[in-house]
């Protein structure tokens, strides 16, 4: 079975910063997915950011970026120019490649961006 | 529809009694997923379709719940005998079976069970 920990429960920020929050993992699987999903107060869960295992390369969207260290079994996200709309929690979340079924979520880390 | 559907936001019971939860997913979507989400438990989950068969129902807690959907679209999760543990939100999300990893989510419905 898989395990996701989120070991910051709760950040803050100031407007226009950076900040990175921290994901770790546990797994014997070679080949999956991690995302990160942003949840605002309105309780829908947003995509964030998503990373295959099999790519060496760390994804990057926007302001998000990714430092994925697989020997690690490592998945930080960073925030860069952090905006007030980013306040939300935020879950790292695990799935195994080529299966299509369930997300392991962490525990989530609340982020509040501070004017 | 543009977006996942679930009704109703917001859901009060009384213990004992049973509750239905729709999900209408985005349209095209052939998997759809329940989560739960409560303080206790965090984010675990439910039960997923591929079309109208759930392949995997390990993850539902109990005998009391139950989920089932039809023509390839809608479904319902059901809780019979509510107890004052399955007070959580509860997640629906889809996906396109080409892009299976990536899955969309609803607002969810918020069950409180008194």
């Known amino acids: 079975a898989q395990t996701v920990t989120q070991s910051q429960p709760e950040m803050s920020v100031q407007e226009a910063e950076t900040v990175t929050l921290s994901c770790t993992y546990d797994t014997s699987e070679s080949n999956y997915y991690l995302f990160w999903y942003k949840q605002p107060p309105s309780r829908q869960m947003i995509l964030v950011i998503r990373?295959?295992?099999?790519?060496?390369q760390n994804a990057t969207e926007n302001r998000f970026s990714v430092n994925f260290q697989k020997a690690a079994k490592s998945f930080s996200l960073k925030i860069s120019d952090s905006q007030l709309g980013d306040t939300a929690m935020y879950f790292c979340?695990?799935?195994?490649?080529?299966?299509?079924?369930?997300?392991?979520f962490g525990g989530g880390t609340r982020l509040m961006v501070k004017p | 529809g543009a977006g996942v559907s679930q009704s109703p936001s917001n859901k009060v019971t009384e213990k004992g009694k049973d509750v239905e939860l729709r999900c209408d997913p985005i349209?095209?979507?052939?998997?759809l997923y329940w989560y739960r989400q409560s303080l206790g438990q965090g984010l675990e989950f439910l039960i997923y379709f591929q079309g109208n068969s759930a392949p995997d129902k390990s993850g539902l807690p109990s005998d009391r719940f139950s989920a089932e959907r039809t023509g390839g679209s809608v479904s319902t999760l059901t809780i019979q005998r509510t107890q004052q543990e399955d007070s959580a939100v509860y997640l629906c999300a889809s996906s396109r079976v080409l892009a299976k990893n990536i899955q969309y989510f609803g607002a969810g419905t918020r069950l409180s069970v008194l």
């Open positions: 979340a695990f799935m195994k490649y080529n299966a299509g079924n369930m997300l392991t």
């Open positions: 990373q295959e295992a099999y790519k060496q």
């Open positions: 349209s095209g979507h052939t998997a």
